[in-house]
Nanobody, 132 residues
Framework: QVQLVESGGGSVQAGGSLRLSCAAS????????MAWFRQASGKEREGVAT???????RYADSVKGRFTISKDNAKNILYLQMNSLQPEDTAMYYC??????????????????????????WGQGTQVTVSS
């Protein structure tokens, strides 16, 4: 059974940093895309960043240059380093995974690497709150 467990959320002031972690277990697939999505109160869930097994990554325009996605394959942990946080980054952040996936196939199927429909497995989320 695939499990994704997020941690690392919290409250910070604008300009601060946080690092989110997502521990993955029970994942039998050798090729996988792993991503971070977020959902602010009253808004739809949106993609933040994704990375595939080859290390290719994509970011939402709103976080480019501020957020970095990475993973530790040996530990099966996905990270999201968030710098220069702004109040508009306040949201519940979710880890997601897609089996048998590459960034290229995501684009072929959905026209983007961050379509919510492309991800089969989801964590419970971790809250990030940024105050001004």
């Amino acid at each position: 059974q695939v499990q994704l467990v997020e941690s690392g959320g919290g409250s910070v002031q604008a300009g601060g940093s946080l690092r989110l972690s997502c521990a993955a277990s029970g994942y039998p697939y050798s090729s996988v895309c792993m991503a971070w999505f977020r959902q602010a109160s009253g808004k739809e869930r949106e993609g933040v960043a994704t990375i595939d097994s080859d290390g290719s990554s994509r970011y939402a325009d709103s976080v480019k240059g501020r957020f970095t996605i990475s993973k530790d394959n040996a530990k099966n942990i996905l990270y999201l380093q968030m710098n220069s946080l702004q109040p508009e980054d306040t949201a519940m952040y979710y880890c997601a995974a897609a089996p048998a996936c590459t960034i290229a196939t995501m684009y072929e199927l959905y026209g983007t690497a961050l379509n919510i429909l492309g991800y089969n497995y989801w964590g419970q989320g971790t809250q990030v709150t940024v105050s001004s």
